[in-house]
């Protein structure tokens, strides 16, 4: 899997983490440690999917997803959430504001794995 994939959290234990999983999976991955980090990083390069935790300083998750919606060369980029927000009611929330998919810290590899090759597949069609 060649996929370009931009991760944003600002804890640099679980960049590392997750960065490690996807590049053993073969991904190319870009990390940024908060939202304002990852709307410069995707004004920069063609990623396929983002990888993006909810809460962080600066810019959360939330408000990173909204702007990356409003624009149109941007709006259809498929997102997952990473977070330790883990009620119905977030995950609803977070579809609500538009991530393709929401998965609670902490995380199984294989889950995410499976997870980014859903939104792909979906994207894709």
């Known amino acids: 899997m060649q996929t370009k994939v931009l991760v944003v959290d600002d804890e640099e234990d679980y960049r590392i983490i997750i960065k490690d999983v996807l590049?053993?999976?073969?991904c190319r991955v870009t990390v940024a440690g908060d939202g304002e980090a990852g709307l410069k990083a995707l004004a920069g390069d063609d990623f396929e999917v983002v990888l993006v935790d909810w809460m962080m300083p600066r810019m959360d998750g939330q408000t990173f997803v909204q702007n990356l919606r409003r624009d149109p060369a941007k709006k259809d980029?498929?997102?997952?959430?990473l977070?330790?927000?883990?009620t119905a009611d977030d995950e609803l929330e977070a579809l609500h504001f538009g991530v393709d998919d929401f998965i609670v810290k902490p995380f199984q590899a294989d889950d995410l794995l499976a997870r980014l090759r859903a939104v792909?597949?979906?994207?894709k069609a």
């Open 77 to 81: 980029l498929p997102v997952i959430m």
């Open 23 to 26: 590049e053993t999976a073969g």
């Open 120 to 123: 792909l597949r979906r994207a």
């Open 83 to 86: 977070t330790v927000k883990q």
